[in-house]
Every structure is written in C-alpha cells, then in structure tokens.
C-alpha cells in the first residue's frame, strides 16, 4: 500500500485557497515588481530616443538629461527590486510555513495502521525530500515566477508601445517556444513524480537495510538486500534518465526561440527603415527589449520547470491529508471500567485472520498475563485492547463503548500500551515524562520514577530531573528508556495498562523487581502483561493462553498447571531451563 497523492483538482483548490489566504501581500508584491519591471523598461526606450535624436542631430543637453533620467531609472529600479525581493521571500517564507504546520498536523494524526501499512520510507520521502523540493519552489520559485511573468508581460506591452511594426518580429520565437515548452511541460510531471516515488522507495530500502543490518548479516541475506536496492537503483536510474531526456529537448528548443527574435527585429526593423515606416531608434529600443526578455523567459521556464516539481511533490505532502481517519468520535462516554473484547479479529492483509473471534473480558482491577508461543498474535490482542488499530471483525469496548468510537487523546487516559520499543526524545528528562502529563510537577515526576525502580539512577545523573538525554545528551540504556516509559504510563494513570514485554529489556531479576513495585503503584489497575518470562504469569491473576490466534486456555496459574494441558507443558519446561 502507498500513501495517496492529492489529484489536480485538489492542488489547484488547496493552491488557490493559499493565493486567498495571502492575497493582499501578493498584491504589494505584483506592484513593487512591476515598478521594477517598468523601470527596467525605461533603459532601452531612453536609449532609442538618444539614437534617434543623434540621427537628426541634437545638443549636449538632451544627452545629459536623457543620460540623469537613465541613472533616475536604474535607482529607482534598484531600490523597487530591493523591496520587491523582500516581501517576496517574506511572503514565501509565510507561505511555507503554512504548509509545514498543515502538514504537521496531518502526519501527526495519521492512523498509525496506515503508516505501517505503507511502509516509513514513504512518508520519510514525503517529510523529506518532497518537503525540501516544495520548499524550494515556494521560498524563490513563486517568487521569481512572479518577478519574470511581470517583466516578460511589460516588456512585450512597451515593445508594442514603441513600435508595433518592428514589435511584430518578436512573435517569430512564439511558435517555437511553445512547441517545446508545451511538449515538456506536458511530459515533465509523470517523469517527476516517478523520480520521487522511486527515490522514496530507495530511501525506505537503504534506511531498512541499515537498521535491520544484523538480521541481515546473521541471516546471511546480504545477496538480498544488495540485489533489492540494485533493483531500486535501476529504477531510480531511469527515472532519472527520462526527466535528464525530457530536459535535453527542451533547452535547444529554447534557445533558438530566444535568437530568432532579436535577429528577426534588427533584420524586419532595418527593412521598415529603409521603407521609411520606423526609426533607427525604435528599432534600437525593440531589439534590446528583444534581449532582455530573453532572460525573464529562460528564467520562467526553469522556474515552470521547478515548480513541476515542487507541484508533483506538493501532491505528494497533500495527498497524506487524504487518508481518512481510522475511527471518528462519538458522542458516548464510558461510566465504569471494564474493557470486553468480543469475536475479536484483526487482519493485518486483507483475508488473512491472525485473531480469529477472540472473547475476553477483563475484570477491573485484575492482572491478566498473556502467555503463547512467537507469532501466535499476542501483540496483536494487546494493540486491540489499547484500540491502536481498530478491530477488522468484532469489538473491544469499555463499559459498552467501543474504543474506536473514544477521541484519542480520552481513550489514553482509559487504556495505554507499552511495548519494548521506546524512543527518547531530544530534551529533559523531565520533558520525556511530561509528555504523559504536561501539568506533573517535579515530585509527581519523582514518584512516577520511584515506582518503576528508576529514582537512584536518575539522582546520580549530573542534572537529575533536569539532564539533557536523547540525541547529543546523556545516552540512556535500553533498560532505562523502558523505565521512562513505565514512568510516564504511571503518570498517565490509566485504569487499563496493556504491557508488551514491557520490561524485557532488563535483566531478569530487575525486571521482576520492577514488575512488583509497579504493581504496588498500580494496585486497583487492570493490567493485561504480554510475556515471555513465565514468573509474569505466576505473579498473575489469570492467565491466557494464545495460540494461533484464539484463547486456547485462561483461569488462575494453579488451575492451568493442575488441568495439565499447554499451559502446564510451558510452565514445566520453563521451570527446567
Ligand atoms: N505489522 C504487521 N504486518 C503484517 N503482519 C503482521 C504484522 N505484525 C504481526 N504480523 C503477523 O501477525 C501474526 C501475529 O503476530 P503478533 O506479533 O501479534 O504475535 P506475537 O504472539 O506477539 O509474537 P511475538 O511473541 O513473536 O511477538 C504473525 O503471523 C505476524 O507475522
């Protein structure tokens, strides 16, 4: 599965909707660039009357007064151009950071079903590289669109102005330049857009390759991956190959339209001369405005060009705002605690059942140990019962509520997950607890710690509470990330916990440790503990065990051991290891 990306129709609608937006610094922003335009435009004009005037035969005053209205005209222009840069890039700026809040926002409510399903490396290119080509695009590109369509448009109106005749000649470069540009620009977005899906996909294989890397070397799958990012490679490769061919048509195609006018100018323009029809100076004024529109259009174009790519990746960040949400609020709160899975099933594949109807109530307030072998979908139960993903088949609900139908933000102050996989953000390490509750003071933050065995640590840290950890700070064990994330569970206080080898990355005896003192904490709690280490189980108050994707047992850890079936089988070979 990949992500979406957004139709034209919606480009265009969410294009316009920012051109509204920002519609009056736009405005200033047209004006101070066709100042500058217009003044650029005085150069040549002042020019031919000069040629003209020498012609007929003229005084050291007309020149130097044509010579300070030229001076005039380039200070004014510089100074219009000044400004006009500025609240150009202000206004790109602006716009961009827009874009990047929206965008934000979007990635940080997807459904976390559908990130996995579409793999990182997609999203990655999207938060990446087509954020980068965007922001390139609308930081100058917009800009300069706006600053070489203003000047191409004035200097075509003053050349008429000054002579239509002559002003004639410069439509020879027309025909070709839209021929190629058209021709280009028609092809130019499929080859983009496949340029970024290709690299995405080779971006989520090498980040892949690099974090599976001892998998793969223990396996023996080098060959593999190697021969999967060669196929990613040639793939990238082509499409690259096919924007270079695509470009490779249209730069002569360019250039030629930019000689034949000004040729064309001189040469149509010294024939209406000589017919009488036109001045030597107008002809003057023609051909330099000829040469200097050359720039604005090449500029146009690679701008046009650019902002195919910046729009192919602009459909990209807005297409992940097409993916629906994976549940909707609904206006129902639970009264009491009690979470009920009923014919329970999920599908990670469609067709392909790994829960197969499981029923399970959970009685407040009691500890559930989940038991079974790799595989058998005892994550999977646990992500159902925190409602991570919604059930493909069946429900969970807490006192008659389904859990999808609970706003996010509510259903983690009823059920929260911990898996053995934590990451430590950049900051304090009081700013990693307080992500479970914003308004925890320093001693609330302290019990959390003590209750997951984790205050001494933490006090023998240079800044305590206050120590810079995550990337470029103090590095944190696996071990103590897990310990910060049962602190922030217990400072979330839910009613219901669900523990994936939660603490599995302590050594045996700390863990067990840690697994009585969190339960004194969490003593009225109903914890459901997925585990790997049977004394979870005997701790416990119930024990299920799943295989293949049902409850094949459940009931007190003496009755499964007396009944003599999976569970005593499990409970005897543990104890003999
Ligand atoms: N993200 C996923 N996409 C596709 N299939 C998945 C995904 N996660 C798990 N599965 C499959 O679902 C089945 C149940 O997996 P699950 O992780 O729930 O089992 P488990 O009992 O927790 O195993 P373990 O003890 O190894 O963690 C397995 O066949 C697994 O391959």
Request: charged residues 20%.
């Given at each position: 599965?990949?992500?979406?990306?957004?139709?034209?129709?919606?480009?265009r609608?969410?294009?316009?909707?920012?051109?509204?937006?920002?519609?009056?610094p736009?405005a200033?922003?047209?004006?101070?660039?066709?100042?500058?335009?217009?003044?650029?435009?005085?150069?040549?004009w002042?020019?031919g009357?000069?040629?003209?005037?020498?012609?007929?035969?003229t005084?050291?005053?007309?020149?130097d007064?044509?010579?300070?209205?030229?001076?005039?005209?380039?200070?004014?222009?510089?100074?219009?151009?000044?400004?006009a840069?500025?609240a150009?890039r202000?206004?790109?700026e602006?716009?961009?950071a827009?874009?990047?809040?929206?965008?934000?926002?979007?990635?940080t409510?997807?459904?976390?079903?559908?990130?996995e399903?579409?793999?990182?490396g997609?999203l990655?290119?999207?938060?990446?590289?087509?954020?980068?080509?965007?922001?390139?695009?609308?930081?100058?590109?917009?800009?300069?669109?706006?600053?070489?369509?203003?000047?191409?448009?004035?200097?075509?109106?003053?050349a008429?102005?000054?002579?239509?005749r002559?002003?004639?000649?410069?439509?020879v470069?027309?025909p070709?330049?839209?021929?190629?540009?058209r021709?280009?620009?028609?092809?130019?977005a499929?080859?983009?857009?496949?340029?970024?899906?290709?690299?995405?996909?080779?971006?989520?294989?090498?980040?892949?390759?690099?974090?599976?890397?001892?998998?793969?070397?223990?396996?023996?799958?080098?060959?593999?991956?190697?021969?999967?990012?060669?196929?990613?490679?040639?793939?990238?490769f082509a499409?690259?190959?096919?924007?270079?061919?695509?470009?490779?048509v249209?730069?002569?195609?360019?250039d030629?339209?930019?000689v034949?006018?000004?040729?064309?100018?001189?040469?149509?323009g010294?024939?209406?001369?000589?017919?009488?029809?036109?001045t030597?100076?107008?002809?003057?004024?023609?051909?330099?405005?000829?040469?200097?529109?050359r720039?604005?259009?090449?500029?146009?174009?690679?701008?046009?060009?650019?902002?195919?790519i910046?729009a192919?990746s602009?459909a990209?960040?807005?297409?992940?705002?097409?993916?629906?949400?994976?549940?909707?609020?609904?206006a129902?709160?639970?009264?009491?605690?009690?979470?009920?899975a009923?014919?329970?099933?999920y599908?990670?594949?469609?067709?392909?059942?790994?829960?197969?109807?499981?029923?399970?109530?959970?009685?407040?307030?009691?500890?559930?140990?989940?038991?079974?072998?790799?595989?058998?979908?005892k994550?999977?139960?646990?992500?159902?019962?925190?409602g991570?993903?919604p059930?493909?088949?069946?429900?969970?609900?807490i006192?008659?509520?389904?859990?999808?139908?609970?706003?996010?933000?509510?259903?983690?102050?009823?059920?929260?997950?911990?898996?053995?996989e934590?990451?430590?953000?950049?900051?304090?390490?009081?700013?990693?607890?307080?992500?479970?509750?914003?308004?925890?003071?320093?001693?609330?933050?302290?019990?959390?710690?003590?209750?997951?065995?984790?205050l001494a640590?933490?006090?023998?840290l240079?800044?305590?509470l206050?120590?810079?950890?995550?990337?470029g700070?103090v590095?944190?064990t696996?071990?103590?990330?897990?310990?910060?994330?049962?602190?922030?569970?217990?400072?979330?206080?839910?009613?219901?916990?669900v523990?994936?080898?939660?603490?599995?990355?302590?050594?045996?005896?700390?863990a067990?440790?840690?697994?009585?003192?969190?339960?004194?904490?969490?003593s009225?709690r109903?914890v459901?503990?997925i585990?790997?280490?049977?004394?979870?189980?005997?701790?416990?108050?119930?024990?299920?065990?799943?295989?293949?994707g049902?409850?094949r047992?459940?009931?007190?850890h003496?009755?499964l051991?007396?009944?003599?079936?999976?569970?005593?089988d499990?409970?005897?070979?543990?104890?003999?290891e």
């Amino acid at each position: 599965m990949r992500l979406p990306i957004a139709d034209a129709a919606t480009l265009r609608a969410h294009t316009l909707a920012l051109v509204r937006r920002h519609r009056r610094p736009l405005a200033g922003v047209l004006v101070l660039h066709a100042l500058a335009a217009l003044a650029g435009l005085a150069g040549p004009w002042l020019l031919g009357r000069l040629v003209d005037a020498v012609g007929r035969g003229t005084t050291v005053g007309f020149v130097d007064r044509a010579t300070a209205w030229l001076v005039a005209a380039v200070l004014v222009q510089t100074v219009a151009i000044r400004y006009a840069q500025r609240a150009s890039r202000v206004l790109g700026e602006t716009v961009f950071a827009d874009l990047r809040e929206e965008f934000v926002t979007t990635v940080t409510r997807l459904p976390l079903s559908v990130v996995e399903r579409a793999g990182t490396g997609d999203l990655l290119g999207r938060t990446t590289n087509d954020i980068d080509r965007a922001q390139h695009s609308v930081r100058f590109g917009v800009p300069r669109i706006l600053v070489t369509s203003a000047t191409v448009v004035l200097t075509a109106v003053a050349a008429v102005a000054v002579d239509w005749r002559v002003a004639v000649a410069l439509l020879v470069g027309v025909p070709t330049l839209t021929a190629t540009a058209r021709w280009y620009l028609h092809r130019a977005a499929a080859g983009y857009l496949r340029e970024s899906a290709a690299y995405a996909t080779l971006n989520g294989t090498i980040s892949e390759s690099v974090e599976g890397a001892r998998t793969t070397d223990a396996l023996g799958l080098g060959h593999r991956r190697r021969s999967r990012i060669d196929d990613d490679q040639r793939e990238a490769f082509a499409a690259e190959s096919r924007t270079l061919f695509l470009r490779t048509v249209l730069f002569p195609g360019v250039d030629v339209s930019f000689v034949l006018p000004v040729a064309a100018s001189l040469l149509w323009g010294a024939w209406l001369v000589s017919q009488g029809l036109s001045t030597a100076g107008a002809v003057t004024t023609v051909a330099v405005y000829a040469l200097q529109i050359r720039h604005p259009i090449g500029e146009l174009i690679y701008w046009l060009d650019e902002i195919q790519i910046g729009a192919t990746s602009l459909a990209r960040i807005l297409g992940v705002g097409s993916v629906e949400p994976d549940r909707t609020a609904g206006a129902e709160r639970p009264a009491g605690d009690q979470v009920v899975a009923s014919d329970l099933r999920y599908a990670y594949r469609e067709g392909h059942d790994v829960l197969h109807g499981i029923d399970l109530a959970l009685q407040p307030g009691e500890r559930l140990a989940v038991v079974g072998p790799s595989g058998a979908g005892k994550s999977t139960l646990g992500r159902m019962l925190a409602g991570i993903h919604p059930p493909t088949g069946g429900r969970v609900a807490i006192d008659g509520v389904r859990l999808v139908d609970l706003p996010l933000a509510e259903l983690r102050g009823h059920v929260a997950l911990v898996t053995q996989e934590h990451h430590v953000f950049v900051g304090t390490l009081a700013d990693n607890l307080r992500l479970a509750d914003t308004e925890a003071d320093d001693a609330a933050l302290r019990r959390a710690l003590a209750a997951v065995d984790a205050l001494a640590w933490v006090e023998a840290l240079p800044g305590g509470l206050s120590t810079e950890v995550g990337s470029g700070g103090v590095t944190l064990t696996p071990g103590q990330a897990q310990q910060v994330a049962l602190a922030r569970l217990v400072l979330l206080d839910p009613h219901t916990l669900v523990l994936d080898e939660a603490t599995s990355l302590l050594d045996p005896r700390a863990a067990r440790h840690l697994e009585q003192s969190l339960s004194r904490v969490l003593s009225g709690r109903t914890v459901v503990a997925i585990a790997h280490r049977l004394y979870t189980a005997h701790d416990a108050d119930r024990v299920a065990v799943v295989d293949d994707g049902r409850i094949r047992e459940i009931g007190p850890h003496e009755e499964l051991v007396a009944a003599g079936g999976d569970y005593a089988d499990l409970w005897r070979s543990w104890q003999q290891e």
